[in-house]
């Protein structure tokens, strides 16, 4: 990388790190590029992005953002996963160390709080950002859904009485 290509890069990681909802660090000990591959897809699925930066040009993008203190993290073999949604990077990051052991959790930031290993975990069990909101509209619509059978239901019964009363009279007439 020549000088213009770092300074390239420094400020692409800094524009990301000044509208990223949460930013987690790991530590890539030898995962294979088929591995690397489905780590990226995972968390491209989950609304994330996932970036293995130099570390002494991330520690450059750092400087005045709300991360700053992820510098002391930046040790060894380093990626960034991070998102605008809160949760979306913490959860697919997480996930995939589950499965694979050679991804290891870090720690994070999400706004300007620093969050260890256990944190970044706290916060990927978190629902996210759109199955809140799911349920959030579903509390709305409840009492709605509520009301109308409560409105509907009187119509109902006497639709059934007045359909009983009429095959009554159809069955009387026809005898």
Do not use: C, H
């Amino acid at each position: 990388m020549d000088r213009s290509q770092k300074a390239d890069a420094v400020a692409q990681l800094n524009a990301v790190f000044n509208e990223a909802g949460v930013v987690v660090v790991t530590r890539n000990l030898g995962l294979s590029v088929a591995q690397s591959t489905e780590l990226r897809s995972k968390m491209r699925e989950a609304g994330a992005s996932y970036k293995v930066a130099k570390n002494r040009l991330a520690r450059l993008a750092l400087k005045d953002t709300p991360y700053a203190g992820l510098d002391d993290l930046l040790t060894g073999p380093t990626a960034l996963g991070y998102s605008e949604d809160p949760v979306a990077a913490a959860k697919a990051a997480v996930d995939f160390a589950k499965s694979n052991d050679r991804l290891e959790i870090v720690g994070g930031s999400m706004g300007g709080q620093m969050l260890d290993e256990a944190g970044i975990k706290a916060l990927a069990s978190m629902p996210s950002l759109d199955e809140l909101r799911a349920k959030l509209v579903g509390l709305v619509n409840a009492p709605a859904t509520k009301i109308a059978q409560v409105v509907n239901a009187p119509a109902n019964k006497l639709a059934r009485v007045f359909g009983a009363y009429g095959a009554q009279g159809d069955t009387a007439q026809a005898a």
